[in-house]
């Protein structure tokens, strides 16, 4: 089969692809290559699946290490180029992980968000319904769930309630997909992910950015006096759960499924902390401040329905999780200083 996945150079886009070198799949890979973070982090995450990026090259680029993949640069608000890619590749599913992320970022930027995750999408629905595929999965967020005080979240929690631009656009999204499954028979599963964590992981998240600051020896803020809890969850089994899902479209009347997948331990920060301090053997110097805007105290996914259709287990306990993640960050690190260096 042929899978579209969007996002590619990004944090779980370069995971899925990676893990599905394993099996038979001719995979399309699209990414915009924006400058939301260091795009040096996206250009090795690309030389990682073997694709050596131009900016100046038009077209697909084939990689290196894998001969049934290949990527474009091609940005999802693109409607004719988007289009285009369909038209030509004819992908039979489509994973769509392409987004302007980051809650914070949105009070700085929010029109960002509403082009790639609201306008974006809908090219993305609009190219499923003239192209017919056989299931779109996309990326939503535990976002969605505010600061909502029922614990844990169940899939059918309210949510019509986000403290954030961001969450606003992930559930706007689930609303599109729902009116195209019901309106053109599209099959579309959300996936609700929490607090994603690993190797090649954003640098705007937590786990990057504490991590960062405990082996440079610097302060982190840690927002609402610390008093926070984030259902961290490693990136493997995040892509575990994708692999198992797609290939398996909602069969209901309307073929519309919404799942949360996360760790379903939620870890106070102070022991999140703490774990940081051990993989690292570093002391985590930190400046404790209030809430912050559109951030919300807790994260905590109710995996039950994950479990009971696809037999979801996450497998990777946080230390785990994190000494892995150490483990990556020196070695590409240290790479990339000794490339400045040459």
Known sequence: MKILITGVAGFIGHALVSTLFTGDYEIVGCDNMNDYYDKNLKLAR?????????????????????????????????KEALNELFSTERPDYVCNLAAQAGVRYSLMNPDSYIQSNIVGFMNILEACRNYPVKH??????????????????????????????YAATKKSGELMAYCYSQLYN??????????????????????????????????????????????FTYIDDIVGGIINILPSPPVFEIPYEIYNIGN???????????????????KLYREYVGMQAGDVTLTYADVTKLQKDFDYKPKVELMEGMQNFYDWYIKFTMSNRVKNDL
């Open 136 to 165: 779109l999965l996309y990326a939503s967020s535990s976002s969605i769930y505010g600061r909502t005080t029922k614990a844990p979240y169940l899939e059918s929690a309210k949510t019509d309630k986000p403290v954030s631009l």
């Open 186 to 231: 599209i099959p579309t599963t959300g996936l609700r992910f929490f607090t994603v964590y690993g190797p090649w992981g954003r640098p705007d998240m937590a786990p990057y950015i504490f991590l960062k600051a405990a082996i440079e020896g610097k302060t982190v803020k840690v927002f609402n006096n610390g008093k926070m809890k984030r259902d």
């Open 264 to 282: 379903s331990k939620p870890v106070d920060l102070s022991e999140f902390i703490d774990v940081i301090e051990e993989v690292s053997h570093k």
């Open 46 to 78: 690309l030389k990682d699946i073997g694709i050596d990026f131009d900016e100046e090259k038009l077209g697909f680029i084939h990689s290196k290490k894998y001969p049934l993949f290949k990527f474009l640069k091609l940005d999802i608000t693109d």
